[in-house]
């Protein structure tokens, strides 16, 4: 498979990778030949990228993060706790931690499960939705990305269950503003972004309340736009003073909000997100847990086409655990001729080679 721009993709391209709505249900079966409507849609739907078919690289495997049933349970989970709280009000105690507290542990359980036993790195291009309410999938996002950072960290379980669990829960006081200024398809005014940065005090008083919740849970929500020279939000906290969860969560929180697709702009490319984070660490983001990050995600995910240092052109094939920006790539041009027969280059062995430049 191949990764490719939506827009560039012509009618008659066979689609490599099913997309779903976000209730689990297939949208359009892997194996289709895209009609122009179905393009169209697609672009009008915010998606930027999809996986395509391709003679060169039809033994390229993309595999989700998570399993397909797994992803449907944590995403139902979700959506069925932010509106049974939302349904309560901000004001009242909600007895719904009460009711699924153990499903929501059993499936961060499930989800740190599923994360250690990858042999390869994260890559969330591999699930590929249309959804109506983005809360809900960023929610889950956030989550797998977190506990990647986490366990890449080497923390206790305990401590996992902690962060999946506020990583799932750091939005929810998004449930309790103005939702056409949520979804609100353009440029937020000055007004209307303040009122969104509302949702970490929200979200910090409906969870403190929740005795069945460890505290610390309701300070994820609050503090995870903190940043650690003291220009985030809501209190500008300034370094330690930030609880680790938080500068944790707020890591995972910007790369899944500037790579996902979005009606309103194009989701940017891996590479491109862990440069914000990079152009940010020590001064925004916690050096040590960007690193860790970088380890855990696939930066140059399978399937992308790249051009090397050298000149030459290829389709990321492979990738190397915990060397994320070195893949094994299958070069299919060099000295400006498409190769009848490709061959594969490792990078991790070949240092003096680097990707220059990644093509969309």
């Given at each position: 498979m191949r990764l490719t721009s939506t827009k560039s993709t012509k009618p008659g391209t066979i689609l490599g990778q099913t997309i779903y709505n976000d209730n689990g249900q297939v949208l359009i079966q892997k194996g289709l030949a895209l009609t122009e409507r179905m393009i169209s849609r697609l672009l009008n739907q915010g998606i930027t990228y999809i996986y395509i078919e391709d003679d060169v690289t039809a033994d390229v495997q993309v595999k989700p993060v998570i399993s397909e049933s797994l992803r449907k349970e944590a995403s139902d989970t979700i959506k069925s706790i932010f509106a049974e709280v939302k349904q309560d009000g901000i004001k009242n105690r909600s007895f719904i931690f009460e009711k699924q507290g153990t499903q929501l542990t059993s499936i961060v359980e499930k989800i740190m499960n599923e994360i250690l036993n990858r042999k390869?790195?994260?890559?969330?291009?591999?699930?590929?939705?249309?959804?109506?309410?983005?809360?809900?999938?960023?929610?889950?996002?956030?989550?797998?990305?977190?506990?990647?950072?986490?366990?890449?960290?080497?923390?206790?379980?305990?401590?996992?269950?902690?962060?999946?669990?506020?990583?799932?829960?750091?939005?929810?006081?998004?449930?309790?503003?103005?939702?056409?200024?949520?979804?609100?398809?353009?440029?937020?005014?000055?007004?209307?972004?303040?009122?969104i940065k509302q949702h970490t005090k929200l979200g910090f008083d409906f969870l403190r309340k929740q005795m069945d919740l460890p505290s610390v849970i309701a300070h994820c929500a609050y503090q995870h736009h903190e940043r650690l020279d003291g220009t985030g939000y809501p209190r500008e906290l300034v370094g330690d003073a930030i609880h680790k969860y938080a500068k944790l969560i707020g890591i995972a929180d910007v790369f899944d909000a500037v790579t996902s697709n979005r009606v309103y702009r194009d989701a940017m490319l891996p590479h491109e997100g862990l440069e914000i984070l990079y152009a940010g660490a020590t001064c925004l983001f916690d050096k040590e847990m960007v690193e860790a990050f970088k380890k855990s995600v696939a930066v140059y995910p399978n399937g992308l086409s790249v051009q090397l240092s050298d000149g030459r052109k290829g389709v990321v094939a492979r990738q190397n655990k915990s060397l994320c920006d070195r893949p094994i790539v299958r070069i299919v041009e060099e000295k400006n001729t498409q190769l009848v027969t490709p061959y594969e280059i490792d990078l991790a062995s070949i240092v003096n080679v680097t990707i220059s430049a990644c093509q969309k």
């Open positions: 390869e790195t994260l890559s969330l291009l591999a699930n590929i939705f249309i959804t109506d309410d983005y809360i809900f999938q960023h929610s889950l996002n956030v989550t797998i990305y977190s506990l990647a950072i986490g366990t890449e960290l080497n923390l206790t379980k305990k401590e996992l269950s902690e962060i999946g669990t506020g990583a799932m829960l750091h939005d929810i006081g998004k449930i309790f503003l103005d939702q056409d200024i949520l979804q609100k398809p353009g440029k937020l005014t000055d007004e209307e972004f303040e009122m």
